[in-house]
Structures are given as C-alpha cells and as structure tokens.
C-alpha cells in the first residue's frame, strides 16, 4: 500500500492518516553518514569493533613474543617441563603429561615480574 506522493506506507508515521509525517526509513534512522564518519548507535557499533580488532593483534603479538620465548629457551637446555613434580603417565599406546611444578614456576616467576612492574614509582 502506497502513500498520495507514492512513498510506501510503513514509511510514515501516521500509517496512512490524513495529515502524513514522513520520517527516515529504518534503514537510515540513526546510521547518518556525515564526511565518511558514522554516527549514533552504528558508531559505537564500530568503535567496539576497532577496539576488539587492535585487542586481537595485541594478543596475537603477545603470542608470538612469547612462542619465542619458549623456543629459545627451550635450546638454552633448562629443565623447564623436566622438573621433579612434572606428571608424567605413559601407558601402551597414550601418553599424559601435565607439567604441574614447571606450571607453578612459570606463575611465581610471571607474578614477581608483573608486580616489579606495575608498582608505581616511589
């Protein structure tokens, strides 16, 4: 069903009342486009999605920092998943491995590091 002036009806407010008010179609209520910048709700649509996305890479480089950490060390020859405490089950065809005092280290060491660093300066 089509207004006077052709415009689809859903597209007004009065819904087909004498005296018509038109108003923006949904599609455009609160996504204005001024200059490439959008603003209203699709804004902070997209200000929640860049701020994701850069969490993302940020972790992602973290991840690879920290692979080649491991990596290094484990050349180094340190007994890092070796030490006594480290669980070790290997049966006929299954091997279980669960590096419970190499895991304990690793978060002392990590929390000292994070506490030296985060302290404010005095």
């Given at each position: 069903?089509?207004?006077?002036?052709?415009?689809?009806r859903?597209?007004?407010?009065?819904?087909?009342?004498?005296?018509?008010?038109?108003?923006?179609?949904r599609?455009?209520?609160?996504?204005?486009?001024?200059?490439?910048?959008?603003?209203?709700?699709?804004?902070?649509?997209?200000?929640?999605?860049?701020?994701m996305?850069?969490?993302?890479?940020?972790?992602?480089?973290?991840?690879?920092?920290?692979?080649?950490?491991v990596?290094?060390?484990?050349?180094?020859?340190?007994?890092?998943?070796?030490?006594?405490?480290?669980?070790?089950?290997?049966?006929?065809?299954?091997?279980?491995?669960?590096?419970?005092?190499t895991?304990?280290?690793?978060?002392?060491?990590?929390?000292?590091?994070?506490?030296?660093?985060?302290?404010?300066k005095?």
């Amino acid at each position: 069903m089509r207004m006077p002036d052709g415009r689809p009806r859903a597209l007004c407010t009065d819904h087909g009342q004498t005296d018509s008010k038109f108003v923006k179609p949904r599609n455009q209520g609160d996504f204005t486009n001024q200059g490439g910048i959008w603003f209203g709700k699709r804004q902070r649509y997209t200000q929640g999605m860049v701020e994701m996305g850069r969490m993302l890479l940020v972790l992602g480089v973290a991840l690879v920092v920290i692979g080649g950490i491991v990596m290094l060390l484990g050349r180094t020859g340190l007994p890092l998943g070796r030490l006594p405490g480290d669980i070790i089950y290997r049966g006929k065809n299954t091997t279980f491995y669960f590096p419970l005092a190499t895991s304990i280290l690793i978060s002392v060491v990590l929390s000292i590091v994070l506490f030296l660093i985060g302290r404010p300066k005095r």
